[in-house]
């Protein structure tokens, strides 16, 4: 089905911000997930977070979510929030 790279970014450090040498990132095989976590990240990329009410918290971290489709890179930025669990456990940090 495919890979999902998966950045953590802003906070209070502002994490993989221009300039910033915290970097937090990680990989996950989207066959790997739950069917609820698919269908959770299907929803993040077709905007589902404006319809739960998500809204950004000051220095909250936000999460880069991309994934490749028809050859073609496809990415979308939401709050930690609206992130499933399962994406945010496969993210670590590490110093440029």
Request: include cysteine; glycine fraction near 12%; charged fraction near 25%.
């Amino acid at each position: 089905m495919g890979i999902l790279k998966i950045e953590r970014v802003g906070g209070l450090a502002g994490f993989g911000l221009a300039g910033s040498k915290l970097r937090s990132e990680g990989q996950q095989d989207l066959s790997a997930l739950s069917a609820a976590d698919q269908a959770s990240v299907e929803n993040l990329f077709k905007g589902a977070t404006d319809v739960h009410g998500y809204r950004p918290v000051a220095d909250g971290f936000r999460y880069r979510i991309t994934r490749t489709v028809d050859g073609k890179d496809q990415s979308v930025e939401v709050p930690e929030a609206a992130v499933p669990e399962a994406l945010r456990a496969c993210v670590t940090d590490r110093l440029d």
